[in-house]
């Protein structure tokens, strides 16, 4: 969906290396969110913001953190990445009455 | 965890009707039934929702029971680009105030 745009598409990298991770939307949503995949598992929340100034944890939030710059960016950061930490990640956005919208996602390798 | 059960896997030809079923018996009252489809590794797609009437869209048809304990999803024409894992997703209200929950889904095959 090109309304979701995440950036990069691939990335490998080392251990303990910082990686930051983008997401941008045209959709004009207030609510974004970050997921990571990991292979034969459904997705799994990692950070949710409802708007600029709000910020929430999700259920695997250790070891990330989250930038929401403005309503239509949401940037997730690896501070010192590790290889557990290899997985798919997906950006979505929601909004009330209006089902929830994904990005193509982020293949991440961290050797 | 999730709040759903649903099969591993399911096959179904091409042309033929596929019914994936979702059990979620501990739904509340006010929990919307969800399902997203995932094709290979792309995002997941939106497929329908509905909270207690039967719900009909261009991509497929939910059928929940009258207990709202289980459903199921209807392509009422499967083809081969219907090849996906099909997450339902049970979420309170309908609106985006909450995450979804992802389970494992059901891979669904459909064959030629």
């Known amino acids: 969906d090109a309304d979701v745009t995440q950036t990069p598409r691939n990335r490998i990298t080392k251990t303990g290396k910082r990686i930051m991770l983008e997401c941008s939307q045209t959709?004009?949503?207030?609510?974004m969110y970050w997921y990571r995949q990991d292979p034969g598992l459904g997705l799994r929340l990692i950070y949710y913001?409802?708007?600029?100034?709000?910020?929430n944890k999700g259920e695997i939030s250790d070891g990330y953190s989250v930038s929401r710059q403005a309503q239509a960016k949401f940037s997730l950061s690896l501070e010192s990445a590790i290889p557990n930490q290899t997985a798919l990640y997906f950006c979505a956005t929601g909004q009330n009455n209006q089902p929830q919208h994904f990005g193509d996602g982020t293949r991440l390798s961290i050797l | 965890d999730a709040k759903t059960t649903q099969p591993p896997s399911m096959d179904c030809a091409e042309g033929r009707a596929a019914n994936l079923p979702c059990n979620h018996s501990?739904?509340?009252?006010?929990?919307?039934v969800y399902w997203y489809r995932q094709i290979h590794s792309q995002g997941p797609q939106y497929i329908i929702h509905?909270?207690?009437n039967n719900e009909t869209n261009e991509m497929a048809s939910l059928i929940i029971t009258e207990d709202r304990k289980s459903s199921t999803l209807i392509l009422p024409h499967a083809t081969l680009r219907d090849t996906a894992v099909y997450y339902c997703?049970?979420?309170?209200?309908?609106?985006?105030?909450?995450?979804?929950?992802f389970g494992k889904g059901t891979r669904l095959s459909v064959i030629a």
């Open positions: 509905g909270l207690k």
């Open positions: 959709k004009g949503h207030d609510r």
């Open positions: 997703i049970v979420r309170v209200g309908s609106s985006g105030n909450t995450p979804l929950v």
């Open positions: 913001s409802f708007d600029v100034k709000d910020i």
């Open positions: 501990t739904i509340s009252g006010n929990e919307y």
